[in-house]
């Protein structure tokens, strides 16, 4: 079945930076755009972006440029998101979603990543 | 970029029928997606397109969309649908982001 698993929580400093992997199975990674959400403690769901899983183009939402980067290891099916310059006000769960079909939703879903920003 | 508004809590009475609601710009040329989210879980699409829903979701879930709001219906709530429901939709800035609303909490009393 169409699946999407992610790495372990992280306990982060301010000011380093982290890497969470989502590791797709179950169908063919290059058909389907992957989209990065966090949700902060308590909080709605906001959307970081996406990346074009044939070409590696990354777009990014607004408040995400800079700090946020996602890449992609084809090879393993596997997206990747980098955010370096933690701050406290990054701590959330992270998740990976796939595209449904084109405009028509984020399914499945990872099981998220929490990523923990304290000193 | 777009915004997508929610009212915070919607209740309803088991066995009852409830709608939930999603206004904003978007809405207006995109289709709207709906998740549902349980304490401690991923969330989980229910609805997409014009009213379409994933396999195994039950047909108690069903979606509208007039304008600029989008609804989703659940005729015969259960126990099992409390939790929190958040609508999305492509951004109308045509780079394939997505936006989300704030989410409704939803009791079923």
């Known amino acids: 079945q169409v699946q999407l698993v992610q790495s372990g929580s992280e306990l982060k400093k301010p000011g380093a930076s982290v890497r969470v992997y989502c590791k797709a199975s179950?169908?063919?990674?290059?058909?389907?755009?992957m989209n990065w959400v966090r949700q902060a403690p308590g909080k709605g769901l906001e959307y970081i972006g996406w990346i074009n899983t044939r070409t590696g183009n990354p777009t990014y939402a607004q408040g995400f440029t800079g700090r946020f980067v996602f890449s992609l290891d084809t090879s393993v099916s596997t997206a990747y998101l980098q955010i370096s310059s933690l701050k406290a006000e990054d701590t959330a769960v992270y998740y990976c979603?796939?595209?449904?079909?084109?405009?028509?939703?984020?399914?499945?879903w990872g099981q998220g990543t929490l990523v923990i920003v304290s000193s | 970029s777009s915004e997508l508004t929610q009212d915070p809590a919607v209740s309803v009475a088991l066995g009852q029928t409830v709608r939930i609601t999603c206004q904003g710009d978007s809405l207006r040329s995109n289709f709207a997606s709906w998740y549902h989210q349980k304490p401690g879980q991923a969330p989980v699409l229910v609805m997409y397109g014009k009213n379409d829903r994933p396999s195994g979701i039950p047909d108690r879930f069903s979606g509208s969309s007039s304008g600029n709001i989008a609804s989703l219906t659940i005729t015969g709530a259960q126990a099992e649908d409390e939790g929190d429901y958040y609508c999305?939709?492509?951004?109308?800035?045509?780079?394939?982001?997505?936006?989300f609303g704030g989410g409704t909490r939803l009791t079923v009393l």
């Open positions: 999305n939709s492509r951004d109308s800035g045509g780079n394939h982001l997505e936006v």
């Open positions: 979603a796939r595209d449904y079909f084109d405009a028509s939703g984020l399914h499945p």
């Open positions: 179950g169908y063919t990674f290059r058909n389907y755009d």
